[in-house]
């Protein structure tokens, strides 16, 4: 059993489970118009195992999370996109 990482690493390339991106949530979590948290799952199981969060409301991801063997504990804990940026969606309407 993997045990979470007790600190974050600075500019650190993560490995996911696999090459695909298949968001499974978006969060703005601060009604800002800006996406806070990606949930993406990267093996097209149905899975999430990359977990990103922008802490600070400048719209860039400051934290990123991999569950590799998807066991609910994280197994790496990167500062930054871990090389893996969201992608940008168009602009939504609220209505």
Known sequence: MSQAPESVTDGEIVETRGDE???LLRADTNNDGQTD???VDTDGDG???LF???TDGDGKVDITMVD?????QPDE???????LPPEQLP????V
């Open 52 to 54: 990103q969060f922008d």
């Open 77 to 83: 804990v990167v500062d930054g996109d871990g090389g």
């Open 91 to 94: 602009p939504t309407v609220q």
């Open 21 to 23: 991106r298949v968001e």
């Open 47 to 49: 899975k999430a195992d």
């Open 37 to 39: 948290v990606w949930v």
């Open 68 to 72: 590799i063997d998807e066991d609910g």
